[in-house]
């Protein structure tokens, strides 16, 4: 009996570490589409953005760096891309911010704006 249990726990600890790592590819996948997509067309990021995240939520962090990173976005672009993904991705808010600031922290003042109009109490503008 305590081996098949062991047997058992080792299989889910198995699926459960493989199924990370497969989040990991998968959201770095994502990240180099749209690191190409937005760096063969700069104008349409806040699309590409909106679209890649709403399909995949769980890849936010990745997916806004690369955004910000293929356009060299000025500050007031980091604030547009975090506008659209908050929007998208509303529970992953604070690590959009957080992520888009770790790649552009000159833009952090106008992100903090951003995240002042769209939780509003939430923090200091």
Known sequence: MKKSSLFALGALIAGVS??????????????????????????????????????????????????IEATKADS??????????????????????QCAVAVAPDALQEVQMVMARLEPGQGEA
């Open 18 to 67: 493989s199924q990370a790592v497969l989040a990991d590819t998968d959201c770095l996948k994502l990240s180099v589409e749209v690191k190409h997509a937005a760096a063969a067309k700069p104008a349409s990021v806040l699309e590409i953005v909106e679209r890649q995240l709403a399909a995949n939520p769980n890849c936010a962090c990745e997916l806004v760096k690369a955004a």
């Open 76 to 97: 007031k672009t980091v604030a547009a891309i975090v506008e659209t993904a908050a929007q998208v991705a509303p529970e992953q808010m604070r690590l959009i911010s």
